[in-house]
């Protein structure tokens, strides 16, 4: 079974905090992705990433910032956390390759409180 | 801007029910719509999927209906059951999987 671990369930930080959410994935995948989900919202990408190294923007990148280091490790930093930002943080990975059905894979989450 | 636009946001339905989630779109060149299923304290996780050449899709209880013309799409849910309660997520991509649209999502509880 493919496995996406996020490794924070829950955060609670101060406003201007330096916050650091790490996603790691055990298949193998090219792609990763961070969303964040709200209430009536739905889920919107912040990120994403298509291989190591590489990042490229989603809808809502403004106050968030993203690693790649490795291919299994997507870290998501919030370099000054602001209350606007408290929200569940969805990690996910998919295969780009062809043939493939594109289904996204999620974590179970980060719940962000900033203070 | 929503480029996906889901209803209802919450729904009720009877043990044995039927459950209908409806998503419309803008943006005729969406070539690939999934639906997400997602229980609480869990990561959403892909329900069922269609692309635009068909009209239906089913898996066991749950179907797609897709309308091309009308720019719609929507998850029916028969025989409804209490574990069946989850929110749903509509979602649609262009030539890849890359940047799925999400809708708002749907919360449904089914009462035995």
Redesign the interface.
């Known amino acids: 079974d493919v496995k996406v671990t996020q490794s924070s369930r829950y955060l609670v930080k101060r406003t201007g905090e330096k916050v650091f959410l790490e996603c790691v994935q055990d298949m193998d995948h090219e792609n990763m992705f961070w969303y964040r989900q709200d209430p009536g919202l739905g889920l919107r990408l912040i990120y994403f990433s298509y291989d190591v190294k590489m990042k490229e923007k989603g809808d809502i990148p403004e106050g968030y910032s993203v690693s790649r280091e490795k291919k299994e490790r997507f870290s998501l930093i919030l370099e000054s956390a602001s209350t606007n930002q408290t929200s569940m943080y969805l990690c996910a990975s998919n295969s780009g390759g062809s043939g493939t059905t594109g289904e996204l894979f999620f974590g179970e989450g980060s719940r962000l409180t900033v203070l | 801007q929503q480029q996906v636009k889901?209803s209802p946001?919450s729904l009720i339905v009877q043990k044995g029910g039927i459950s209908i989630i409806n998503c419309a779109y803008e943006n005729t060149a969406f070539d690939?719509f999934?639906w997400?299923q997602q229980f609480p304290?869990?990561?959403?996780?892909?329900l069922i999927?269609i692309r635009p050449d068909v009209s239906e899709k089913k898996e066991g209880r749950f179907t797609i209906s897709f309308n091309k013309s009308a720019k719609q799409f929507s998850l029916h849910i028969m025989d409804s059951q209490p574990g069946d309660s989850a929110t749903y997520?509509c979602a649609a991509?262009i030539g890849?999987?890359?940047?799925?649209i999400?809708?708002?999502?749907t919360r449904l509880a089914v009462h035995p």
Do not use: I, M
């Open positions: 889901q946001q690939y999934p997400y304290g869990k990561g959403p996780a892909l999927a997520f991509t890849g999987y890359n940047k799925l999400f809708g708002a999502g």
